[in-house]
């Protein structure tokens, strides 16, 4: 049962040295970050050109504590934006090789979205990565620009066969 | 046949650090500003230390020191990644609360730690506060060279009894952010205080306690977490005797059963802290408990307690049964162990915020896919790709089988459910909902899993396969955007999640 909250105004400071946060506090809440695809729908919050700068610093900040939660709002932002800085951003996201491997899978599709040609020359580095998941994800981006028949990787089963149960978890 | 009731467990708890998600003390050393104590512990050797100190005395900046690490100076891993050397390295050390407790209705204080290799010319601290019956925002400008800094509340934002959660950020001028979360219990400035909940809970606010069917032993269970809190400077010693009632149309309706139990061992509330247990109450057939959670109907539990001095405290909330829906979490690929346990409080997390409205969980079943089985869907690409997880995949139970993925590789989305609501028969390509396992690494280097994220995007795919479809309103669990989601469920929600076909009455 949920109460009905009391008012209490808040203690907000208005000061045009905080434009560029302000900035930055309404692309993390507006913006929204990464979203469901039901529906479909993303980028409801209008991204400026401009954004870019503050993005770039959304994706080197390296707080552990904000778990990777400003990194894959940057990248969703910057895959909306598709610009040449956008780009750089994300080549250097993809190719961190200190970051979740996730992580790193995001920024490459992200990169895929704003230059494909770029997409595809990032995938060739990451084709030979020490992480399978980021390996995995590069011989599929190569394999959808018809280049590089990767290593096939076994499809599950298909509708025509009976499904399978996953096996209980131990751990 | 009666209602009996028990203590289970019992522990003093202090007053800062409430919920067991807190930030932890984040341990990076500015390496301009720190004394040789502190960078002989960080480097583990006091010539190390003392080439740092050195360095700083000839007046390196943040570049040259940077430029002589690089250079060959050896540092372990450990020191790397605690040494702050690079602008990126920006964050909250910690954030205190100064005389170890906040009281009730009073102005409270925060004190907050900058870490920030730059020198920035200002930077701006918020608190997101939320307490059991508001929230609001307080901001502070900090001036250059200032590394800690104290967020002073006046009486008009004081806080209620009971928990209170302060989510922190610092930001920098060019937009970079740290973030910290700090909870504590607000103690009674009265001051002598007794706060029902429901056992497990973490959340900050008000809701119900559950009555909770024993199918085997045909029996209600009740479980509720009771807190007394000591706001004053010295021990408080309860009355080992403690009364309890339950009620029909609350306290002062229809007494609907009564009785006492022994609150045994430890009856201490220490000065300014808590003491904390779970009472059980177990209502068998026959028993006037028994008999309304059967009828689905309302009730009210009230503990009264007494100091020996005299003083009397007593606390109450709702308790009803309450609908609930099964999961099973299937992790699709490998997790490390620390994101495995991460996994399931972010499963944890999810359950707190479905009680929140009055639904629960019957159960969660935990299930692996291996990579070697799941293929190319260990990373979804596409939805055809998803579609073929569900087709190959599922879990023969009237729960909802939860896939969780190494990653979601399709487009900037992190989660889908297949239909809304979700169909009634494992069977064809729509039955379940996929997850991006939401990873990072944390402070020790290890690989994580962001449960703030992860808990409430579960929720929300969840949600779909019960009938929700997207919302626009910031702070809502449907909202489709991760940013902007919240833990809200509204009453028109509750009542569509009702209606599902795999709810049942726990």
Known sequence: ?171 | MATTARVRAKSVHDPVGWRDDDSPTHVLVDPRRAGRPELVALLGEDATARWMQSRRRKGAGLEALQEAVGQGRRLSARARRRLALEPEQFAIADVRVPDGFVHSDRPWALEVDLVDPVESPLHLVTVDVTSTDSSFTVETLVGPGERTVRVEVDRTRALPIGPATFEVSAYRVDGSKAVFRRSVFVLPSNPLSLSLGPNGARVTGTWSARGDYIEGADRFETDLAVTIANGDRADVTLDRRVQWKFWDGGVGGTLVEQGTFAWGGNNVVPRYGTLNGTVGFSSPPGSGVYDRYHRKEDMTVELIMSAIDGRTISGTITCRVMEAFGVNIIKVGSFTPEEHNDLYAAVDGMQVIYEARDVTLRGVQRYIISDAQAGSTTVLNSESEYRDLLRAWSVPNDFIDVFVVQSFAWDTYNGYAGDIPGPLSKTGDKDGVAVDKSGFVDAAGKKRLNTDVLGPLIGHEVGHYLGLEHVSTNGWLMNGDTGSRGPTISYDEYQTISGFGWMVFE
């Open chain 1, 1 to 171: 049962m949920t109460s009905t909250p009391k008012r209490v105004r808040s203690v907000r400071i208005d000061d045009e040295r905080l434009a560029v946060i302000r900035r930055r506090q309404a692309i993390d809440v507006r913006f929204g970050g990464p979203s469901c695809a039901v529906d479909g729908e993303a980028g409801r919050f209008s991204l400026r050109p401009s954004d870019v700068a503050i993005l770039d610093v959304m994706a080197r900040e390296r707080d552990p504590l904000a778990g990777g939660r400003p990194q894959r709002t940057a990248y969703a932002a910057l895959a909306e934006l598709a610009t040449l800085e956008s780009a750089e951003v994300l080549v250097t996201a993809a190719g961190d090789e200190r970051a979740h491997p996730g992580l790193r899978v995001n920024a490459l599709v992200a990169l895929q979205r704003v230059s494909p040609g770029l997409g595809r020359l990032m995938a060739e580095q990451l084709g030979k990565d020490k992480d399978a998941v980021v390996r995995g994800v590069a011989h599929a981006t190569l394999a959808a620009h018809g280049l590089h028949a990767p290593a096939p990787r076994p499809r599950t089963a298909r509708a025509t066969t009976a499904k399978r149960t996953p096996r209980r978890d131990p751990s």
